[in-house]
T-cell receptor, first 113, second 118 residues
Framework: GEDVEQSLFLSVREGDSSVINCTYTDSSSTYLYWYKQEPGAGLQLLTYIFSNMDMKQDQRLTVLLNKKDKHLSLRIADTQTGDSAIYFCAETTYMNRDDKIIFGKGTRLHILP | DADVTQTPRNRITKTGKRIMLECSQT?????MYWYRQDPGLGLRLIYYSFDVKDINKGEISDGYSVSRQAQAKFSLSLESAIPNQTALYFC?????????????????FGEGSRLTVL
C-alpha cells in the first residue's frame, strides 16, 4: 500500500533554515501536504502543493517537489521558536471516492537557542 | 468557537470500562474521521464516515466502534477499554465536493482527546 516516510527528529538553531524531508511511494499522488501540530493542539494545514508543480513559496515557507524521486521537502527560512512543532507530510490522489490522505509519522522540529 | 469540537479533552479510565469520545463540527462537511496518535507511530485511521449512512473501517478499527448521529456529529466508542488504547485521539472533517475540485481537500482537526486506560 501507499507509504509516506519522514525522519522523526530535526534540531535547528534559531535563525537558521530548517529543511524537513519526506518520501512517498504512490506515483499517482495528486496533492501533497504539510501539516503542523503545535504542542497540545490538533494538526493544521500549513501548506500544500499540486503534483503538477515543482515549487511553492509562501512567505518563509518553500515546498519543493521532485516527482521523479517521489521526494517532498519543506524549508522554513529564519526558523523561530514558534516553529517548534511536529510537521507531518501527507499525500492523496483523490481520484476515487475511497481515497484518503496518507500521513507520515511526523518530524519533531526542535529549535536550539 | 472551534469548528471541530471534541469532548472530553482528557479522560482517565480503568481497564474494561466503556468510553465514548464525541465530536461535533460546524463546518458543514460531509466527511468525518477518527484518528489515533501514538508517539513514533504518527496518525492511524480508526474509522471514517462519508455521510450518516456510510461508515467505514480504517486501518485499526478492532476494539472500536463509531456512530454518526447526524451530519455534524461522529462519536467513537471503546466498548471495553484496554491499556494499549491509551493514546491521543483526533476527530477530523473534510468536504468531499471541495476535495480535488476547488480547495486543497484538506482535513480540519479537533484539538484532540487524551485517553489514559489504567
Amino acid at each position: 500500500g501507499e507509504d509516506v516516510e519522514q525522519s522523526l527528529f530535526l534540531s535547528v538553531r534559531e535563525g537558521d533554515s530548517s529543511v524537513i524531508n519526506c518520501t512517498y511511494t504512490d506515483s499517482s499522488s495528486t496533492y501533497l501536504y504539510w501539516y503542523k501540530q503545535e504542542p497540545g493542539a490538533g494538526l493544521q494545514l500549513l501548506t500544500y502543493i499540486f503534483s503538477n508543480m515543482d515549487m511553492k513559496q509562501d512567505q518563509r515557507l518553500t515546498v519543493l517537489l521532485n516527482k521523479k524521486d517521489k521526494h517532498l521537502s519543506l524549508r522554513i527560512a529564519d526558523t523561530q521558536t514558534g516553529d517548534s512543532a511536529i510537521y507531518f507530510c501527507a499525500e492523496t490522489t483523490y481520484m476515487n471516492r475511497d481515497d484518503k490522505i496518507i500521513f507520515g509519522k511526523g518530524t519533531r522540529l526542535h529549535i536550539l537557542p | 468557537d472551534a469548528d471541530v469540537t471534541q469532548t472530553p479533552r482528557n479522560r482517565i479510565t480503568k481497564t474494561g470500562k466503556r468510553i465514548m469520545l464525541e465530536c461535533s463540527q460546524t463546518k458543514g462537511h460531509d466527511r468525518m474521521y477518527w484518528y489515533r496518535q501514538d508517539p513514533g507511530l504518527g496518525l492511524r485511521l480508526i474509522y471514517y464516515s462519508f455521510d450518516v449512512k456510510d461508515i467505514n473501517k480504517g486501518e485499526i478499527s478492532d476494539g472500536y466502534s463509531v456512530s454518526r448521529q447526524a451530519q455534524a456529529k461522529f462519536s467513537l466508542s471503546l466498548e471495553s477499554a484496554i491499556p494499549n488504547q491509551t493514546a491521543l485521539y483526533f476527530c477530523a472533517t473534510s468536504d468531499y465536493y471541495t476535495s480535488g475540485l476547488i480547495g486543497a481537500g484538506e482535513l480540519f482537526f479537533g484539538e484532540g482527546s487524551r485517553l489514559t486506560v489504567l
